[in-house]
Structure formats: C-alpha cells, structure tokens
C-alpha cells in the first residue's frame, strides 16, 4: 500500500513539474516574440505637466500598466498635447538594458529646471530629452533597442530661450517621423544632440491584440438635404452591422446612390468596442429643412478611445441608443502626413459657418467653421489589423451584357442566376460564394465579386474581372442547364465601374469597357 501511495506522489510530481515547464516554455516563446521581431507599443492621451513657461509646456505621458513613455513632450499653451504618446513594453529584470545608465544635462531653464539627455545601454537608442528639476530616475522613460530605430532630420525649431546676458540659453528642435524634440546648447558648438537624432521604425511597431475586423455593405438610410442656394447635397447612411461586430459611426455621400451590396465599410468585433460616455449635452450643429431638423452629435470616447466621427439625429431628441457609434482604443489609431479628410459640405454664414469632412472610409466629422478638423491625419493603423477576408481586395460591381436564346423562356431567373454562378465560378477558378448580390435584367446580368479569404490562394477581383474579359475576347461564355443539353443564354461584354469602391451602376460616365 505504502509502495503505490508513494508512486502516486511521483506520478502527481512529474505531471505537476510537465506544467510548469509548458507555462515557462510559453512565457519564454512570447517573450522572444516581442523582444526580437517587434517593438510591442500602447498609445496614450494622458498626460502629466512637468515644466512650463511662458512660451511652451513639457508633459510626460502616464504609464499604463507594463508600458513605459519614451520621452518629454511640448504643447505651446497650458493644455497637454493632442499627440497620441508611444508607450513602450517595459523588459524586466537584472539583463533588461531598456533603461538610461545615466543623464547628461544640456541646459538649465530659467526656472532652474535642467534638459537632460538619457545615456542608452550599448545597441540602445534614446529617442529624446527630458526636464527635471533633480536628477531623474533611470525607471523614468525607456531607451529603444537601435534595430527597432531609424536616423532622421531635426525639422524646426520650436523654441529658443535666452536665459541672461552671459547664458545664450538653448533650443528646441522637432524631429522628422517624432513627436518628441531634442535640445541644443547655444553656448557651445557641439551640435551632437541636431545632428545624430532617431526614431522610431514604424514598421518594426506591433501591438499584443491586432483589432479584429470586417467589412460589411448593409446600411439604412438615415436622411438626405440639398443647399439649394449652392447646389450642395448629402446623403447619410448607417452601417448594419452583423451579430458580435460593432459600427464605427454614420457615413457621408456627396451623391444620391444607394451603397448596399456596393459599398464596403469597415466594422469591429464586440470585444474591441466601446460605447459612448455620453453625447454631450447638446448636438454640435444643427441644419433645419422645411420637414424636420437635422442635429449631428458628437459621441464623448472612454479614456484613450477613439470615435472616427459623429452621427445624425433627426429632431430635436438626444441619440435614441448608446450603441449607435462605438469607440477604439488610440493603440489602433495612426497619424499621417498627408490629410485624411476632405470637405464634402460648407454652408456660406459668417456668423453660423458649418462644414462636414469625411474620411476614406466616409465616417464625417462637423466643424463649426471652415478649418480642417481635428481627426485630420488620423487614420486606423491597417497594420495592427486582422480580417477573415483581404481587405486590400477592393469590391467591384460588374454588369455583363448577355444574348438571349429560345429556352430561356422555360427557366425561371433563380433557377438561371445559378447556373450562370456555377459557370463562372469555374471559369476564375473561386467559390461560388464570392459571387454575391447577382440580378438580372433585360440587358444585364449584374454582379459583385467578395475580396478573396486572408492567406488563400484563389485570384484576387482585379484577376477574376481580367480572366472573364480575356475568355469573352475569345468567345461569348455560354450558360448551360447541369448536364450541358440545352443551352440558355451567352454572357457577351464584361463592364465595371471606375477603380474606386464606390459603383454607380447607371451613370455611364464611370463605366468602361473591357475589350
């Protein structure tokens, strides 16, 4: 007895001690994901003042959780920036090289504070300087391994402060591809910290959780209004979204096409979303029409959310739901270069200027005057983005021109639609199921072909459009009942609309042929 009790105890030994090995073994295997391949970032709008003047503010953004700031930034006025600050996955323990060995000062402020610059650990690259009045602390900001960095260009210079008559002060610079500034001593000709500057790769930056998404092409209708004294109009849909995917907002169209089953927007899963805090308590602006009242509000995010844009609500009543728009968090969100928005309305009112701008994916945003708006230059980060279908794959609408034969009149249209998906599916060599929305009228067969599935090896739209026109070039393509006795009808031209993802299937302007 005492002899199985004792075998039971190292049975339960080995498989406790197997347990532990494959949580360290995994622990391990993620680790050197994000220490290797990729630099694994949070993004924050959180902010703690530091120092500030009379010309300008230097913040700190606030930690969150294991991510750690990379440096100081500057507003130039007392608010904190508008900048979606880079936190940094901290590297624990004694071999973990991501903290300054040191601080150098640079310059002192006029209020005593100094502008230190952080000594790296070896391959480590300090991206920019700090204030502190005391020495900082090393935990304060994390170094950069230098594979995950690139060289850049000082840009302007923001700031120049004299400090005395016998201290020429210092200077400020911004930083190509940063947001962060270096600083340069102007008594002394060592131009080091504005000739030997970083930043960050972009493309070695990841997130631990890439955002799930889709696309979908279901909307309803919201409202419609013309300016008729500048003969302006806009059209305002909401996305219907599918079960566990959320809505990222109302989109906006400059012309009067219905966009279901052509246009593609992109939707969330449940788990990445938020809903609004609130709306505000009042609607941003407001366009009366004979008929009703047309409010736009603004949805008010969750700390270090996003919303894309606002919503509409017709008549004067509050947003019916709190699930009409949701929210993503500011790690998804990234800032580009060029402008995101564009101006699809503007009334002409000195005193109650209004203009909507929208983006590429047509969520809009108000703006109570004629600048560009806020959201301009921020965009979703595709790259920390996962999807069933490739979204690079643009929709395309195609309506096919077809020859009539005498059997026709003894098959009923659904019967024929599917015989004429069987074919061509085989002809691009695709599921049937990517053909989708598919109609027939007296001139037209009318289709959509779905972006192919992530990672498959099935041709992608622009190859099935070139396959089908190639085969019509030869010969018409024939349509036959299954077993290939009775022939229907013979698929003749192959047109679709201009490259973009918007069709507009009766306006021949954007048509063109493909043979």
């Given at each position: 007895?005492?002899?199985?009790?004792?075998l039971?105890?190292?049975?339960?030994?080995?498989?406790?001690?197997?347990?532990f090995?494959?949580?360290?073994?995994?622990?391990?295997?993620?680790?050197?994901f994000?220490?290797?391949?990729?630099?694994m970032?949070?993004?924050?709008?959180?902010?703690?003042?530091?120092?500030?003047?009379?010309?300008?503010?230097?913040?700190?953004?606030?930690?969150?959780?294991?991510?750690?700031?990379?440096?100081?930034?500057?507003?130039?006025?007392?608010?904190?920036?508008?900048?979606m600050?880079?936190?940094?996955?901290?590297?624990?323990?004694?071999?973990?090289?991501?903290?300054?060995?040191?601080?150098?000062?640079?310059?002192?402020?006029?209020?005593?504070?100094?502008?230190?610059?952080?000594?790296?650990a070896?391959?480590y690259?300090?991206?920019?300087?700090?204030?502190?009045?005391?020495?900082?602390?090393?935990?304060?900001?994390?170094?950069?391994?230098?594979?995950f960095?690139?060289?850049?260009n000082?840009?302007?210079?923001?700031?120049?402060?004299k400090?005395?008559?016998?201290?020429?002060?210092y200077e400020?610079?911004?930083?190509?591809?940063?947001n962060?500034?270096?600083?340069?001593n102007?008594?002394?000709?060592?131009?080091?910290?504005?000739?030997?500057?970083?930043?960050?790769?972009?493309?070695?930056?990841?997130?631990?959780?890439?955002?799930?998404?889709?696309?979908?092409?279901?909307?309803?209708?919201?409202c419609?209004?013309?300016?008729?004294?500048?003969?302006?109009?806009?059209?305002?849909?909401?996305?219907?979204?599918?079960?566990?995917?959320?809505?990222?907002?109302?989109?906006?169209?400059?012309t009067?096409?219905d966009?279901?089953?052509?246009?593609?927007?992109?939707?969330v899963?449940?788990?990445?979303?938020?809903?609004?805090l609130?709306?505000?308590?009042?609607?941003?602006s407001?366009?009366?029409?004979?008929?009703?009242?047309?409010?736009?509000?603004?949805?008010?995010?969750?700390?270090?959310?996003?919303?894309?844009?606002?919503?509409?609500?017709?008549?004067e009543?509050?947003?019916?739901?709190?699930?009409?728009?949701?929210?993503?968090?500011?790690?998804?969100?990234?800032?580009?270069?060029?402008?995101?928005?564009?101006?699809?309305?503007?009334?002409?009112?000195?005193?109650?200027?209004?203009?909507?701008?929208?983006?590429?994916?047509?969520?809009?945003?108000?703006?109570?005057?004629?600048?560009?708006?806020?959201?301009?230059?921020?965009?979703?980060?595709?790259?920390?983005?996962?999807?069933?279908?490739?979204l690079?794959?643009?929709?395309?609408?195609?309506?096919?021109?077809?020859?009539k034969?005498e059997?026709?009149?003894?098959?009923?249209?659904?019967?024929?639609?599917?015989?004429i998906k069987?074919?061509?599916?085989?002809?691009?060599?695709?599921?049937?199921?990517?053909?989708?929305?598919?109609?027939?009228?007296?001139?037209?067969?009318?289709?959509n072909?779905e972006?192919?599935q992530t990672?498959?090896?099935?041709?992608?739209?622009?190859?099935?459009?070139?396959?089908?026109s190639?085969?019509t070039?030869?010969?018409?393509?024939?349509?036959?009942?299954?077993?290939?006795?009775?022939?229907?009808?013979s698929?003749?031209?192959?047109?679709?609309?201009?490259?973009?993802?918007?069709?507009?299937?009766?306006?021949?302007h954007?048509?063109?042929?493909l043979?």
């Open positions: 007895m005492e002899i199985i009790i004792i039971l105890i190292i049975v339960l030994f080995i498989i406790l001690l197997m347990i090995q494959a949580k360290h073994k995994s622990v391990e295997d993620f680790e050197s994000t220490s290797n391949d990729t630099l970032i949070k993004k924050t709008q959180n902010y703690d003042k530091v120092f500030g003047n009379s010309k300008y503010t230097i913040w700190i953004p606030k930690p969150i959780n294991d991510y750690y700031p990379i440096g100081n930034y500057i507003s130039f006025n007392k608010k904190p920036p508008k900048t600050a880079i936190l940094v996955k901290n590297n624990i323990g004694l071999k973990s090289n991501d903290k300054p060995i040191k601080y150098d000062i640079v310059s002192i402020t006029n209020k005593h504070y100094a502008i230190w610059k952080p000594i790296p070896t391959n690259i300090a991206l920019g300087n700090i204030y502190s009045k005391a020495y900082p602390s090393k935990y304060l900001i994390r170094t950069i391994p230098k594979k960095c690139e060289k850049t000082v840009n302007n210079r923001i700031v120049k402060n400090i005395s008559n016998i201290d020429k002060g400020l610079w911004s930083m190509d591809n940063s962060l500034f270096t600083c340069n102007l008594n002394n000709y060592n131009l080091d910290n504005i000739n030997h500057v970083y930043a960050l790769k972009k493309d070695s930056l990841s997130v631990e959780t890439q955002l799930y998404i889709k696309t979908i092409n279901s909307y309803k209708k919201i419609s209004y013309t300016d008729t004294k500048i003969n302006k109009k806009f059209f305002v849909w909401r996305p219907i979204a599918p079960h566990n995917f959320c809505s990222l907002g109302d989109i906006i169209l400059n009067n096409n966009p279901n089953g052509t246009l593609d927007t992109i939707v899963h449940k788990n990445f979303c938020k809903i609004p609130n709306y505000g308590s009042k609607s941003v407001t366009i009366k029409t004979k008929n009703n009242t047309i409010n736009f509000w603004r949805p008010v995010p969750h700390n270090d959310y996003y919303f894309f844009g606002d919503i509409v609500v017709l008549g009543e509050q947003p019916e739901a709190d699930n009409l728009i949701y929210s993503i968090s500011v790690d998804y969100i990234k800032q580009i270069k060029v402008a995101s928005h564009n101006m699809i309305y503007n009334n002409i009112s000195d005193n109650n200027p209004l203009s909507i701008w929208s983006d590429n994916n047509h969520f809009f945003t108000i703006n109570n005057s004629y600048d560009t708006p806020i959201k301009n230059n921020y965009v979703l980060n595709m790259d920390f983005t996962k999807s069933d279908l490739d690079s794959d643009i929709r395309k609408v195609l309506q096919i021109t077809y020859k034969n059997n026709l009149k003894k098959l009923s249209n659904n019967e024929l639609l599917n015989y069987t074919t061509l599916s085989n002809k691009i060599d695709i599921r049937k199921e990517r053909l989708k929305d598919m109609s027939i009228n007296e001139n037209h067969v009318i289709l072909i972006p192919k990672g498959s090896n099935e041709p992608d739209i622009n190859k099935c459009i070139y396959k089908l190639k085969q070039e030869i010969e018409p393509i024939k349509i036959y009942n299954k077993g290939k006795t009775i022939h229907y009808i698929l003749i031209r192959i047109y679709k609309t201009d490259s973009s993802n918007f069709i507009e299937l009766d306006n021949s954007f048509k063109k042929i043979h």
